[in-house]
């Protein structure tokens, strides 16, 4: 039985759709995420899985309940982490912990071995009121918070967002101690390099499913040579590589662009080069690279765009 199903999930805000037929399966004990930008539809998906919101047509079940004759159910096997900080500002990080393990009618105590690792980060922090917090410590007390009553489901949403680089590494591992304990792991985040840290993926776009696969099978699936391209200015760069009779796509990916091309050729490089410095950029470097998910995102978007 899947740990979470949902089959063909529709939910629109008026006319706007916010989820059109998204059908997928999280197995237990997956680490997965859901990958997209902001409005992809990721927190849409995810109220409609916690039971704050009802779908527009389609069916959900998480452990095995529905979500909709099943809520009371549902929310004492789900832990829940909203992507906005929503725990109270004004009580200390002890006092939130002790609020929701009341909530749920544990203690802290009762369920210490699950959040011990987490909890003694905040410990030398245990009587600062929780609005006083760093990012990284916001969101480390949430995630305590939403794991105090033992959830067997644990949704995430874009828990790393507006946090440091370092703190985003240290909850990605906290993700993998708590996977290994056989934590179900539902986690969204509009970074591609996190998407790689999950088992499985579903990148998301405009309320749709594009593909779900593993990050390997994503990035061995992009069907294209590509190449790394730079120069002095990546604006007339761009434009240039845009105008180059073999090109597939390209897109400005950190300080070089990503140029893909309709056909392979053993001098692709070379000829690419020569091309460039015709039009006057230098020093220029072209460099064939192995695509990444954001690369086959990017790649599946322009497979939805209408033809010209």
Same mark, same amino acid.
């Given at each position: 039985m899947p740990a979470v199903e949902l089959i063909n999930i529709s939910k629109s805000y008026g006319a706007t759709?916010? *989820? @059109?037929? =998204? %059908?997928?399966?999280?197995?237990?004990?997956?680490?997965? !995420?859901?990958?997209?930008? +902001? #409005?992809? !539809?990721?927190?849409?998906?995810? @109220?409609?899985?916690?039971?704050? /919101?009802?779908?527009?047509?389609?069916?959900?079940? =998480?452990? !095995?309940?529905?979500? =909709? @004759? +099943?809520? @009371? *159910?549902?929310?004492?096997? =789900?832990?829940?982490?909203? #992507?906005?900080? %929503? /725990?109270?500002?004004?009580l200390t990080v002890q006092e939130n912990l002790e609020f929701f393990a009341a909530v749920f009618r544990t203690t802290v105590a009762e369920n210490y071995d699950l959040v011990r690792d987490i909890y003694e980060q905040l410990a030398p922090f245990k009587n600062r009121r929780a609005g006083a917090l760093s990012g990284g410590m916001k969101q480390k007390l949430a995630l305590c918070c939403a794991l105090i009553h033992k959830p067997t489901v644990l949704l995430l949403d874009e828990p790393t967002t507006g946090v440091d680089a370092v703190s985003r590494q240290e909850f990605w591992h906290m993700l993998g101690t708590l996977k290994a304990r056989g934590i179900t792991i539902v986690v969204s985040t509009p970074y591609m390099d996190e998407a790689a840290l999950c088992e499985r993926v579903a990148l998301l776009q405009e309320g749709q499913v594009l593909r779900v696969d593993t990050p390997d099978a994503l990035r061995q699936s992009y069907p294209w040579p590509l190449y790394a391209v730079r120069a002095a200015h990546m604006h007339p760069l761009l434009q240039d590589l845009r105008a180059y009779p073999d090109t597939h796509s390209c897109y400005a990916f950190g300080e070089s662009a990503h140029l893909s091309l309709a056909h392979a050729a053993p001098d692709a490089a070379a000829r690419l080069t020569a091309y460039l410095t015709g039009k006057g950029h230098a020093p220029v470097v072209v460099a064939p690279v192995a695509a990444t998910i954001e690369d086959t995102f990017m790649d599946l978007l322009a497979q939805q765009q209408p033809a010209a």
């Open positions: 759709p916010a *989820a @059109r037929e =998204v %059908s997928l399966t999280v197995e237990a004990g997956e680490l997965f !995420g859901l990958i997209g930008p +902001d #409005g992809a !539809g990721k927190t849409t998906l995810f @109220r409609i899985l916690t039971t704050l /919101l009802l779908a527009d047509a389609g069916t959900a079940t =998480v452990a !095995g309940h529905d979500v =909709v @004759r +099943d809520f @009371r *159910a549902i929310r004492n096997v =789900v832990g829940y982490m909203p #992507g906005k900080f %929503s /725990l109270y500002q004004d």
